[in-house]
């Protein structure tokens, strides 16, 4: 069985020893703007310098999720988008890049309906247990060689058969933690987490913001007084300063909505060019100004 976390591990290891700034996973909705068009939207995120991905499973009512993922998602499901949709991105994303770490992300109700009846097959029976039908997903996550699996909506007390149906294909359950968590769920987290756990720099719903979150470091110092497992912040952050910013307290950055808000706005023929430079940009490789 492959080991739990190994290419996360690998990435954040390898960051520390080059000692070029925290790790870029971009978040993306597959299927957003049309499935057909995400596969070349992940190598353009690859080509931009994303470290690995947040692959964004559709879904209907996406509550932690603000209006720019909202409407991404509703336009993907209206295209016909599904977590199939997801896991091919996954697989692209795995050809382009054997050792990039790739998460998918979603909510639980997706996930139980690929259950006994089969992928996007509809639920397997309601009265079983939250590890049955997650089986499936399980095994074709594995297939299509996923990493890690957030469940936004699974809160860690209730986790366990998710987590461990989860570990036996090879696949870590990521967690999240928000500014607002106790110190007895934080505790939680810690002792189940792989991979990484997700902070989320602010509470409230996904977006872009003009400014991190002032008491991002007391919540990050919170965190990793409890856990050595690698920290990565997500939710608001959208401009290079906000990278470097992040990237003086945890090893990875997660840039979701004004990655979306950037591909929303691009016309259909240059939306892999515009989510290309914006990686660039925001990763260090091109400056804003000169555009070099």
């Known amino acids: 069985m492959t080991e739990v976390g190994h290419r996360y591990r690998a990435a954040f290891a390898a960051s520390a020893e080059r000692g070029d700034g925290p790790l870029l996973f971009p978040f ?12 070349d939207l992940v190598r353009a995120a690859l080509r931009g310098g994303a470290a690995g991905f947040e692959i964004g499973v559709p879904f209907s009512d996406p509550l932690a999720d603000g209006p720019v993922h909202q409407d991404a998602y509703n336009v993907a499901l209206a295209a016909g988008a599904t977590l199939e949709t997801a896991l091919d991105a996954v697989r692209v994303a ?8 790739l998460t998918l992300m979603g909510y639980l109700n997706p996930f139980l309906a690929c259950g006994p009846a089969g992928l996007d097959g509809g639920a397997g029976d309601p009265g079983s247990a939250v590890g049955e039908p997650l089986e499936a997903l399980a095994r074709r996550a594995s297939e299509a060689d996923v990493d890690g699996v957030i469940i936004v909506d699974l809160p860690v007390d209730e986790s366990d058969a998710a987590r461990e149906v989860l570990a036996e294909h090879g696949i870590s359950l990521i967690y999240l933690l928000a500014p607002t968590s106790t110190e007895e769920r934080i505790d939680a987290v810690a002792r189940q987490a792989s991979g ?7 509470t409230g719903v996904t977006g872009a913001r003009d400014q991190i979150a002032r008491d991002l470091a007391t919540f990050v110092g919170r965190v990793k007084a409890r856990t050595d497992t690698p920290l990565a912040v997500g939710f608001g952050i959208s401009r290079r300063e906000h990278v470097l910013q992040v990237g003086e307290m945890v090893p990875a950055a997660i840039i979701g909505s004004a990655l979306t808000a950037t591909i929303a706005s691009a016309p259909p023929d240059g939306r892999t060019a515009a989510v290309e430079r914006y990686l660039e940009v925001v990763t260090g490789r091109r400056s804003e100004t000169t555009g070099e």
């Open 28 to 39: 993306l909705a597959a299927g957003f703007p049309t499935p057909a068009e995400t596969p």
């Open 94 to 101: 795995r050809a382009e890049s054997p050792d990039a770490p």
């Open 196 to 202: 990484f756990i997700y902070l989320l720099s602010l």
